[in-house]
């Protein structure tokens, strides 16, 4: 297992990032159709455990008990487990495409908790081929993912230690498999501006949002990286000189680069002062 922050940019295994990333929107789809649904989409977000990716516990589409699916990237497979004991393991491997992989899942579901009904349709990725026929992501680098796992699991002690002393309502740690990042949301009782029509944005509700995450690179910004933004934004909120961190008027979002931390001598403690010199610049307004 690397150490922790040695992932390369997006480009540099761009074929295994997307790859990984379609798995994940598999386990956000059965989260999203089989929990009760919760203000934020909580119930839709994943979680980053030890071994990778996982849902929470899942009520079995056919009453029998409870169910997780989770993508173990050590021991490199697509598990689904049932509260009565029972398990199925499919191997994540090189030239295994993403719809072989759904198809075994959503078969070893049907066994041990009864068939789900989902759209397999992505979302928020450029490809549109549903899960289930995606034949494209077909690679999986071993040393790549765990690359991944180690800087994922950094940047989520990262998330937990700025959002712990928050004393007001905040989510846990997320995975989400739509954007592929990890972030942690804190909400304040003011009110936020509503949209257009006065519908809450993508569902959210009307109260004010600053977010901090991180994900591993994509196409429109190839570098893994922490990112800050605030919902609504506010005067001035763009203005701030972060050291470290920029303002990236394209995402909307203060972003502080892997590269920029890693060579530090505490790569932890510059992501975490980001992290609290954006939050602090939110609450100016």
Known sequence: M??????????????????????????????????????????AALRLSARGWETGLLPAPNGSGGVVIALDLLAHEAVVEHTNGLTRRIALAPDRPVGDVTVEVLAALGQLAGPAQLNLTPAEVPWTVP??????????????????????????????????????????????????????????DAPALAAAGGEAVAGRPQTQEFAVGWWPGDRRYGKAAFYAYARPAGEGFADADLTPGRWHPELGEYILDLDQIRSAPDPHAVALDFARSAFSQASRR
């Open 131 to 188: 899960l289930d026929a995606d034949r494209e992501h077909a690679d999986y680098d071993r040393d790549q993912v765990a690359a991944y796992l180690a800087a994922a699991t950094r940047a989520a002690f990262v998330l937990a230690a700025f959002r712990a002393p928050y004393p007001g309502r905040s989510t846990p740690v997320n995975a989400w498999w739509g954007s592929f990042d990890l972030a942690v949301s804190l909400f304040s």
């Open 2 to 43: 690397p150490s922790g922050w040695s992932l390369g940019n997006y480009e540099e295994w761009r074929a295994t990032c997307d790859t990984l990333h379609a798995h994940t929107q598999l386990l956000g789809k059965l989260a999203a159709a089989l929990a009760p649904p919760e203000p934020n989409f909580q119930h």
